[in-house]
């Protein structure tokens, strides 16, 4: 066991090759702060790749405990590289100077419009992006992980902040930048690219998407939820990523 709290439990698993990863489960006694998670992790994953952001690889697993007991989740894959770490963990030179050390910078600065697209309310530590290389000489690449209370959450969360309330489109309520980033974000230019790239993505796909997740991960009432969501929040991204701006240019970048 690595982590186990009323959202889920992760353990440390390694395959027959030694590779490791992160095995992530809930039981039903769980729904009420857990909610859809292993479905969030899914359907995030996939929506990350379809504008270009690097992701970590998810494997679908049924897997044994110490008890006996069988359990079906996810798997995230580590990346097989000599350095793994989080953004948190980071030299501070690296997280000052990003455009120095990180590979794929522009899609690094639309990561605030991605994780506003799906809720994400916990990318502030910088835990769940991951950084990766094989010598120091080297820029890091990069991934993100960890996204099981985006998109439907839990029923916890919905009691906390109905969807539809005014919070939910006010991004600086809930969201905060990675301690290093925010500078890389500070303007609507910079972040114009994945603005275009996520508004352009169909419903089609959206859907698509959402339906390839299986059975017993997602009822029928949430995927029709998570679907909805996401396109309304599309036709509203614009407008939300320009009040955070107008927001951020006061309290964050220095203009009166």
Known sequence: MWKAKPQGSVWVVKDAGGSRGYFKFAVPEQWHY??????NEIIAAELARKVGIPVVVL???ELAGPDGVVRRGIVSREAAAREVITWKDASAEVRSRPGKYVKNLGK???LVVFDAWIMNMDR???KNLILYRNSPNEKYNWYLIDHGLTLYGSPYK???YPYGSEYWNQLWRYYHVPKGLLRLQS????LEPMLRKIEAVSKADIVSIVDGVPGQFLPVAQRDFIVTMLTDRQKELRGIIQRWL???GTKE???K
């Open 34 to 39: 857990s909610g859809t998670m292993v479905a």
């Open 124 to 126: 502030a530590t910088g």
């Open 108 to 110: 690094l600065r639309g």
């Open 246 to 248: 107008e927001y951020k």
């Open 253 to 255: 970048f220095g203009r």
């Open 59 to 61: 494997e679908h697993a």
């Open 158 to 160: 919905w009691e906390k």
């Open 187 to 190: 303007s609507g230019v910079k």
